[in-house]
């Protein structure tokens, strides 16, 4: 299992609090994306979602990782763009 921490950066405050943007990460999840936990702060200026991911490496975990981030934002907001992805065991 692998901790995957992603920073996204917004251009404007995320209209959305962190229990909605929680419930739209599970709406876009598939079984594949083997994600075991999920943890988001919304801040004014970025949104940090902390997943909790069963993969192959950690190269698999980023990817997975960006992968759901990308389509939780995607389907929240505008003008988004990933900062960074750390990922660890």
């Known amino acids: 299992m692998y901790l995957a921490k992603t ?5 404007t405050a995320v209209p959305h609090t962190a229990q909605q ?3 739209q ?11 075991q936990h999920a943890h988001i702060e919304v801040h004014r200026d ?3 979602f902390s997943l ?3 993969a192959r490496d950690l190269l698999d975990a980023a990817r997975v990782a960006e992968q759901l981030c990308c389509r ?5 907001c505008r003008g988004w763009a ?5 990922v660890g065991p």
């Not at 920073?7 to 251009?11: A, E, F, G, L, S």
């Not at 939780?72 to 929240?76: D, G, H, L, R, Y």
Request: overall charge positive; some cysteine.
């Open 25 to 35: 990460l599970l709406r876009s999840t598939a079984g594949t994306d083997c994600l």
């Open 52 to 54: 909790f991911l069963q």
């Open 21 to 23: 943007m929680h419930r």
């Open 72 to 76: 939780t934002m995607a389907s929240t």
């Open 7 to 11: 920073t996204v950066d917004t251009p």
């Open 82 to 86: 990933v900062r960074s992805t750390e």
């Open 46 to 48: 970025r949104v940090v």
